[in-house]
């Protein structure tokens, strides 16, 4: 099983864009699907956007597409979310997650491995 760790998160103003990273560590990174999530304080975990296994198929929730991308790099055995255009609702806890299914999921109880969480903070 992989180990996750995010890290690219800080405080932004509105407007401005951020490049969140997920490495894995191990040599099985390219058999896992990924997701990135987030959480804002007193919320549930929402799903934010996904990626196949080879990157050709992402998710995104509606609220983010056109603003972030999703992408990996097997080689490097890390995941990439670019924000741009970032909102004060895009504050919280973004954590990247992993699970071996060959099929892109939404639903964070379908991830069997996750990330400590890197905080993103979007000032108004």
């Known amino acids: 099983q992989v180990q996750l760790v995010e890290s690219g998160g800080g405080l932004v103003q509105a407007g401005g864009s951020l490049r969140l990273s997920c490495a894995a560590s191990?040599?099985?990174?390219?058999?896992?699907?990924m997701a990135w999530f987030r959480q804002a304080p007193g919320k549930e975990r929402e799903f934010v956007a996904a990626?196949?296994?080879?990157?050709?198929?992402?998710v995104y929730v509606d609220s983010v597409k056109g603003r972030f991308t999703i992408s990996r790099d097997n080689v490097k055995n890390t995941m990439y979310l670019q924000m741009n255009d970032l909102k004060p609702e895009d504050t919280g806890v973004y954590y990247c997650a992993g699970q071996q299914s060959v099929v892109v999921i939404t639903t964070p109880d379908r991830y069997n491995t996750w990330g400590q969480g890197t905080q993103v903070t979007v000032s108004s």
């Open positions: 990626i196949s296994r080879s990157g050709g198929s992402t």
């Open positions: 191990g040599r099985t990174f390219s058999t896992y699907s």
